[in-house]
């Protein structure tokens, strides 16, 4: 198997194929006017793809694109674990404070099936309190 990568509007597209004739196959599927890399399969990035990009003929990572792709991917939490997680961050008290004279955000806490970690509720009540956006990861990774 041949991989081959190219840059296509927003992100990194990885092809592959068994032929022999690589750059017919690369002909036919790449725009016209790019750069394409052929590489072996122990060169391809273990990092998620919506986070590579080329510079220089090399594939390189975008740390703050990964960091979004891992955020969006962590685990929905149900309302009891995401309490539970709150409690042990000592935040539990500190949301219902928060939530106890905004209707909307007691609504939104008070109604959700689950909670995401790119959820709005989420983010408004990360600014309220003045957290960043590393101490709101660890809720979801302890």
């Not at 592959?16 to 750069?35: G, L, Y």
């Not at 590489?39 to 919506?50: G, K, T, V, Y």
Request: proline fraction near 4%; avoid cysteine.
């Amino acid at each position: 198997m041949r991989f081959f990568l190219y840059e296509y509007e927003n992100g990194v597209e990885l092809g592959m194929t068994n032929e022999d004739d690589i750059q017919n196959v690369i002909s036919q599927v790449a725009p016209k006017d790019v750069d394409v890399l052929i590489l072996d399969s122990s060169e391809i990035p273990i990092e998620p793809q919506e986070a590579w990009y080329i510079e220089d003929g090399q594939i390189k990572i975008d740390q703050q694109k990964l960091i979004e792709f891992n955020r969006k991917n962590m685990p929905n939490l149900t309302p009891i674990e995401f309490d539970i997680k709150l409690n042990n961050a000592g935040l539990y008290d500190a949301v219902q404070e928060l939530i106890k004279d905004n209707f909307e955000m007691r609504i939104a806490y008070n109604r959700a099936t689950f909670f995401s970690r790119t959820n709005s509720f989420v983010d408004q009540a990360k600014i309220a309190l003045g957290l960043t956006d590393e101490q709101v990861d660890e809720l979801w990774t302890n």
